[in-house]
């Protein structure tokens, strides 16, 4: 069955979190007189997303969307950096915001573009509501409407996420296609009975990327970028 | 203050959904050989809009999506008009859906491309996230996101619809304003705190419309149209 909907996960899969993250730091940096590993930093923000998220999946902590995770997140990462002290709150706010401002890899709009043209085309992300518009805003994502765990008020890989985001557009996991650049998201979408598409990105976590190298399913369309998958996708 | 987001009212403001409903219409009538008085069966079918709604606004029945309270409401137009029995369910079920293919107003597009480069820029519309989602695509709506009725499970002017779409952004009602052609959607979200702009839709009801002519209160900003509301707003 051809999907009526392709649901998307965002970071990674259409923007390039790494070097827009690491990007905001160096500036920070250098309008602070500091030195700081940029990438490095970036690495260790991001490596406290899972588990500041797995807290809310276990049930220890209720519904909290992703940009304040995001922002305790940034104030561990500042404290580990030992520069805690030499932002003040606005100007920690306003890094915490650079997840707002990512690049697209360079495939990623006219894939979208093209895709959207036979699909209604939305995000299916952890970050909310407010953040994955504001991106998308930004880096020019042609969303038909935006869905994931601000819509569900549940983390990937809460099989709520998934369900909730399908039933925002009455249409059965059977009718909707999730792309992802990680097979865990994708086993997740799977088990509910959705269609897959996963796309290769080998560089996400930087050139000394470990995992998510390769399918490790026989994903319904394995592409190896967006515009890829358009083609593949017939469309 | 300036507004990070503008909302906007849909049915009425941005697109004819008397035209597009009565177009609909002729075209079942025409294909199952009936007369039908096409624009009195889609005011008709409107009429019983707002009543439908009021039974979920005040507490009788839990909150059910637009297109099901639409689909009921045809099946009473339908019978009527007389021919309920001469649609299958399939037929009706197709008719219903007229209402994710309406045309949007002459100044609709581009005012909204115009409003989009400067604010954020969604729906808040009593219509479903599914049923607003198509009905943007089909007119080409370049809407960031889709808030409203379905996102709040609650229907305008219920003060919760407007709440929860400027939650979702994570923004104050005063940091959004309110874009309308009707005055009591308007005046909901002033009594919130959002900045309100109504545009003057004469003809929404036809060519003998009685309601919302001019505005009922000092509005912040009044329109002739979406082009002209740019124009305004400065975007």
């Given at each position: 069955m051809t999907p009526q909907a392709l649901l998307f996960d965002v970071f990674g899969t259409c923007v390039d979190w790494r070097s827009g993250v690491a990007a905001a730091v160096t500036q920070m940096a250098k309008s602070k007189n500091l030195k700081v590993d940029s990438l490095a930093f970036a690495d260790s923000w991001r490596a406290r997303y899972q588990p500041s998220m797995e807290a809310i999946r276990s049930g220890q902590r209720s519904y909290t969307e992703l940009d304040i995770l995001h922002r305790e997140n940034l104030a561990a990462t500042l404290e580990e950096f030992g520069?805690?002290?030499?932002?003040?709150s606005e100007e920690t706010d306003k890094l915490n915001r650079s997840w707002e401002q990512l690049p697209p890899w360079p495939d990623t709009i006219t894939g979208l573009i093209r895709l959207k043209k036979k699909f209604i085309i939305a995000p299916c992300s952890n970050g909310s509501m407010a953040l994955i518009t504001r991106l998308g805003k930004f880096a020019g994502l042609p969303w038909d409407c935006v869905l994931g765990a601000g819509l569900a008020r549940a983390y990937k890989p809460d099989r709520q996420a998934y369900q909730r985001s399908c039933a925002a557009l009455q249409l059965e996991p059977a009718q909707v296609m999730m792309v992802a650049a990680h097979n865990d998201d994708l086993a997740a979408a799977r088990a509910l009975g959705m269609a897959t598409l996963f796309i290769v990105r080998k560089t996400e976590y930087g050139p000394g990327q470990t995992t998510d190298?390769?399918?490790e399913q026989a994903w319904d369309i394995i592409a190896d970028d967006l515009r890829d998958a358009a083609d593949k996708i017939g469309a």
């Amino acid at each position: 069955m051809t999907p009526q909907a392709l649901l998307f996960d965002v970071f990674g899969t259409c923007v390039d979190w790494r070097s827009g993250v690491a990007a905001a730091v160096t500036q920070m940096a250098k309008s602070k007189n500091l030195k700081v590993d940029s990438l490095a930093f970036a690495d260790s923000w991001r490596a406290r997303y899972q588990p500041s998220m797995e807290a809310i999946r276990s049930g220890q902590r209720s519904y909290t969307e992703l940009d304040i995770l995001h922002r305790e997140n940034l104030a561990a990462t500042l404290e580990e950096f030992g520069i805690a002290d030499t932002l003040t709150s606005e100007e920690t706010d306003k890094l915490n915001r650079s997840w707002e401002q990512l690049p697209p890899w360079p495939d990623t709009i006219t894939g979208l573009i093209r895709l959207k043209k036979k699909f209604i085309i939305a995000p299916c992300s952890n970050g909310s509501m407010a953040l994955i518009t504001r991106l998308g805003k930004f880096a020019g994502l042609p969303w038909d409407c935006v869905l994931g765990a601000g819509l569900a008020r549940a983390y990937k890989p809460d099989r709520q996420a998934y369900q909730r985001s399908c039933a925002a557009l009455q249409l059965e996991p059977a009718q909707v296609m999730m792309v992802a650049a990680h097979n865990d998201d994708l086993a997740a979408a799977r088990a509910l009975g959705m269609a897959t598409l996963f796309i290769v990105r080998k560089t996400e976590y930087g050139p000394g990327q470990t995992t998510d190298l390769k399918p490790e399913q026989a994903w319904d369309i394995i592409a190896d970028d967006l515009r890829d998958a358009a083609d593949k996708i017939g469309a």
